[in-house]
């Protein structure tokens, strides 16, 4: 695994499985909505990532969805990763709320 970039699918997984107990992988789009629903961007060069359950999870994706909803999809993988971490640890924190 290279511990600079995760460019490749398998070692995202691994790493976000040895966090949370569960497999997430990566999804690319060319649109984004940041901060509210009117906040269009859209990027023809480079995919703005999000982590999505390649299974059903413990409820994480589904809390995450609803506490950010215009807040998911990232310019680099590797700040996909951190909000999501951290995010993850606060919901684990909290006590694993539903949503």
Known sequence: MNYENFEKPE????????ITNNYYSFAAGAV???GNVEKVE???ELPFYQLMPDNLDD???NWYCVERPYNQFFKT???CII???KYWLEWN???KPTT
């Open 11 to 18: 070692d995202v997984s691994k790493y976000l499985h040895f």
């Open 32 to 34: 984004r909505k940041w």
């Open 42 to 44: 859209r990027s023809d």
């Open 59 to 61: 409820g994480f994706f």
């Open 77 to 79: 993988k590797e700040m």
């Open 83 to 85: 909000y999501f971490v």
């Open 93 to 95: 924190r909290m006590g």
